[in-house]
């Protein structure tokens, strides 16, 4: 490990339906370009932030993989909410390829990592994330035209089965219908 990480906060991704999107960049010191895992916050879709992923940024950088943990639009009590969060990772994605260069990142070592709601969310872009219904929903994205395909998926405790989370929510969340 160098001890060293360049960490640039605020980094805007994009912008959806006039929501600003950033994210915070764990860079690596030295010669690259370096591997970059996009990281996803859990929450339950409702709540999380991008700085759930300081220490994972800081370790992994100082290790020579980049990270870049991001905010996506989170759900509202009487609006509809997906698939915004979905379109906003694959924004991400695209724009750390695009920028590589600029971020000393390869473009073709891109991994997702996310925990609960962002391990949902990984996993569907990880799986699904190139296909139309989520790669067109923005075409004028200044990175629209950048494949959102990734070298790899770290899930952790991710939602997989929504009926299952729905049914054991009605349960043990009653006031959160």
């Known amino acids: 490990p160098s001890g060293d990480t360049i960490v640039r906060r605020d980094l805007q991704y994009g912008t959806h339906d006039g929501v600003r999107l950033t994210g915070d960049f764990y860079g690596v010191k030295g010669p690259g370009p370096h591997p970059v895992v996009v990281a996803v916050h859990g929450g339950g879709w409702q709540a999380g932030s991008r700085n759930?992923?300081?220490t994972w940024g800081s370790y992994l950088s100082e290790r020579g993989i980049a990270v870049y943990s991001?905010?996506?639009?989170l759900s509202?009590?009487?609006?509809?909410s997906y698939p915004q969060a979905v379109h906003d990772v694959?924004?991400?994605i695209r724009f750390v390829k695009h920028n590589a260069a600029d971020l000393n990142v390869d473009p073709d070592r891109i991994a997702l990592m996310g925990g609960s709601a962002g391990g949902h969310l990984v996993a569907l872009v990880g799986l699904a994330g190139d296909t139309r219904f989520f790669s067109k929903a923005y075409p004028n994205d200044p990175y629209a035209a950048v494949s959102p395909r990734v070298t790899a998926v770290v899930s952790v405790y991710g939602v997989y089965d929504l009926l299952q989370q729905w049914t054991h929510d009605q349960i043990h969340r009653p006031g959160d219908q």
């Open 52 to 54: 759930s992923y300081q």
């Open 70 to 73: 991001v905010d996506y639009r």
């Open 90 to 92: 694959v924004a991400a």
């Open 76 to 80: 509202k009590p009487g609006q509809p």
